[in-house]
């Protein structure tokens, strides 16, 4: 393996043992003096705001996917996991992911050397106790400082409100600020867009829950204040046993193959997790009328159950694979082996429903003959327009579109009146005078 940066975990120290796949601290194996590396990032920082759209690319952001880790803890307990997936990618929303660094060091062992102790069970032949003990390789090195990750979550009601809400924010989120994201709130309230905002950070300290991006900005720059007071490692340097001073350790098992099987277990579990997040979603009530249905709830309820089911025997199989390198299988092979699952494969997705926004029947508006009367029948999901006419006396006698049309909440109906007859109007000043029943007025 190569030099693999990974998230600070609790118990990572220099020159403490660990086993790679779990991201596990064990029994410290290297000894050196640890010193800070000139010029390696002392005093700098970044800040970037993008569009995400997967929950592998959040991951990728966090630093835990499959590449961004090098495989290493894919699947052990991970405060950022837990954040991602709490995030909740799917395709009908817009997902913004900030990510801020402030960098105060970083320090490493220079010389690292095996202690008298690992050095003497290399040299005793006892390799598998040297793994079990110090695990396939070492911390060397950490960063200091922090990091802060913010998430901007925008339920969109439509695939056309989502594009005019990206279209607002012009594609460039690089100068994302206060202003972008008071500008941003505004155009998804016209949209009827809801917005979810939280955060994570490592080093620091901020408290509060943000409900708006500007809200966000602000604990953001909070964070980056408290963050020079109160640094921590964020970032640790795993090494492999080859580069160190003394005996060669030995390769006691070879971790490839099961590397690899917690590579596709990682991928699966991020692309699995995507399917569900919009398939709750379209079950959801508050959201299900937002789309136009392929397949019956029930259905869809039937697809939810079996991607749980994958989602928990990609679990399993990458738990089997952690204590069982050399057996470690695919997760399909795993299910029906190992689970009794008899021809198990992994959920195939069909086409999902449209979003295309909740829809309401657009009201029969002829034969009334005023504005009020008007809108009180639009409510405040409908906007119209009247034709220009001369006359006190009108009704509508024509509307576009017809009543009883399903529309998309927010539609315009063109209405077109008319003068009424004489005929009408005289039984109408009759009608307020009480000389008459109310007829129907033929249309």
Same mark, same amino acid.
């Given at each position: 393996?190569? +030099?693999?940066?990974?998230?600070?975990?609790?118990?990572?120290?220099?020159?403490?043992?660990?086993?790679?796949?779990?991201?596990?601290?064990?029994?410290?194996?290297?000894?050196?003096?640890?010193?800070?590396?000139?010029?390696?990032?002392?005093?700098?920082?970044?800040?970037?705001?993008?569009?995400?759209?997967?929950?592998?690319?959040?991951?990728?952001?966090?630093?835990?996917?499959?590449?961004?880790?090098?495989?290493?803890?894919?699947?052990?307990?991970?405060?950022?996991?837990?954040?991602?997936?709490?995030?909740?990618?799917?395709?009908?929303?817009?997902?913004? &992911?900030?990510?801020?660094?402030?960098?105060?060091?970083?320090?490493?062992?220079?010389?690292?050397?095996?202690? +008298?102790?690992?050095?003497?069970?290399?040299?005793?032949?006892?390799?598998?106790?040297?793994?079990?003990?110090?695990?396939?390789?070492?911390?060397?090195?950490?960063?200091?400082?922090?990091?802060?990750?913010?998430?901007?979550?925008?339920?969109?009601?439509?695939?056309?409100?989502?594009?005019?809400?990206?279209?607002?924010?012009?594609?460039?989120?690089?100068?994302?600020?206060?202003?972008?994201?008071?500008?941003?709130?505004?155009?998804?309230?016209?949209?009827?867009?809801?917005?979810?905002?939280?955060?994570?950070?490592?080093?620091?300290?901020?408290?509060?829950?943000?409900?708006?991006?500007?809200?966000?900005?602000?604990?953001?720059?909070?964070?980056?204040?408290?963050?020079?007071?109160?640094?921590?490692?964020?970032?640790?340097?795993?090494?492999?046993?080859?580069?160190?001073?003394?005996?060669?350790?030995?390769?006691? &098992?070879?971790?490839?193959?099961?590397?690899?099987?917690?590579?596709?277990?990682?991928?699966?579990?991020?692309?699995?997790?995507?399917?569900?997040?919009?398939?709750?979603?379209?079950?959801?009530?508050?959201?299900?009328?937002?789309?136009?249905?392929?397949?019956?709830?029930?259905?869809?309820?039937?697809?939810?159950?079996?991607?749980?089911?994958?989602?928990?025997?990609?679990?399993?199989?990458?738990?089997?694979?952690?204590?069982?390198?050399?057996?470690?299988?695919?997760?399909?092979?795993?299910?029906?082996?190992?689970?009794?699952?008899?021809?198990?494969?992994?959920?195939?997705?069909?086409?999902?429903?449209?979003?295309?926004?909740?829809?309401?029947?657009?009201?029969?508006?002829?034969?009334?003959?005023?504005?009020?009367? &008007?809108?009180?029948?639009?409510?405040?999901?409908?906007?119209?327009?009247?034709?220009?006419?001369?006359?006190?006396?009108?009704?509508?006698?024509?509307?576009?579109?017809?009543?009883?049309?399903?529309?998309?909440?927010?539609?315009?109906?063109?209405?077109?009146?008319?003068?009424?007859?004489?005929?009408?109007?005289?039984?109408?000043?009759?009608?307020?005078?009480?000389?008459?029943?109310?007829?129907?007025?033929?249309?």
């Amino acid at each position: 393996m190569n +030099q693999t940066m990974v998230p600070y975990k609790a118990g990572f120290d220099y020159g403490m043992g660990v086993a790679f796949a779990k991201a596990n601290p064990l029994a410290r194996g290297v000894k050196g003096e640890h010193t800070q590396v000139e010029g390696a990032g002392a005093g700098n920082g970044s800040y970037t705001v993008k569009q995400v759209t997967t929950t592998e690319e959040v991951e990728t952001s966090l630093g835990i996917s499959a590449e961004a880790s090098g495989g290493c803890g894919l699947f052990s307990a991970n405060a950022r996991f837990n954040f991602s997936r709490d995030s909740k990618a799917r395709s009908s929303s817009i997902l913004l &992911i900030l990510s801020a660094t402030e960098q105060q060091g970083f320090w490493q062992i220079d010389e690292p050397s095996l202690s +008298q102790e690992a050095a003497a069970l290399v040299t005793q032949g006892k390799g598998q106790l040297f793994c079990d003990r110090y695990g396939d390789c070492f911390a060397r090195g950490m960063y200091v400082g922090g990091q802060f990750f913010g998430i901007i979550r925008i339920d969109t009601q439509s695939e056309e409100s989502k594009l005019t809400i990206g279209a607002s924010m012009g594609g460039s989120y690089g100068p994302f600020g206060g202003k972008a994201a008071m500008e941003l709130s505004e155009t998804c309230r016209k949209e009827r867009a809801s917005i979810y905002c939280n955060y994570y950070y490592e080093g620091g300290r901020v408290t509060g829950r943000p409900t708006a991006p500007a809200e966000l900005l602000e604990m953001y720059d909070k964070w980056a204040q408290s963050v020079r007071d109160q640094p921590m490692p964020y970032q640790v340097a795993l090494s492999p046993y080859s580069i160190v001073n003394g005996p060669e350790p030995p390769n006691a &098992i070879d971790l490839e193959h099961q590397r690899d099987i917690l590579y596709r277990c990682a991928k699966l579990r991020s692309t699995t997790i995507d399917k569900l997040n919009i398939i709750d979603y379209i079950l959801d009530p508050l959201h299900s009328k937002e789309f136009q249905l392929t397949q019956s709830p029930a259905d869809l309820r039937k697809l939810q159950e079996l991607l749980s089911r994958d989602l928990d025997v990609i679990a399993k199989t990458a738990s089997f694979a952690l204590d069982n390198p050399k057996e470690a299988m695919a997760p399909e092979k795993y299910g029906r082996d190992k689970i009794g699952l008899q021809d198990y494969a992994l959920t195939v997705v069909p086409e999902l429903p449209l979003h295309t926004g909740p829809q309401i029947e657009i009201p029969d508006f002829i034969g009334l003959t005023s504005e009020q009367d &008007i809108r009180e029948r639009a409510t405040e999901h409908l906007s119209f327009s009247l034709n220009p006419i001369d006359v006190q006396r009108w009704k509508v006698t024509r509307q576009d579109p017809t009543p009883g049309k399903k529309v998309k909440l927010g539609a315009h109906v063109q209405l077109t009146r008319e003068q009424r007859s004489a005929l009408e109007q005289t039984l109408d000043e009759a009608r307020r005078g009480n000389r008459i029943p109310s007829p129907i007025i033929p249309r």
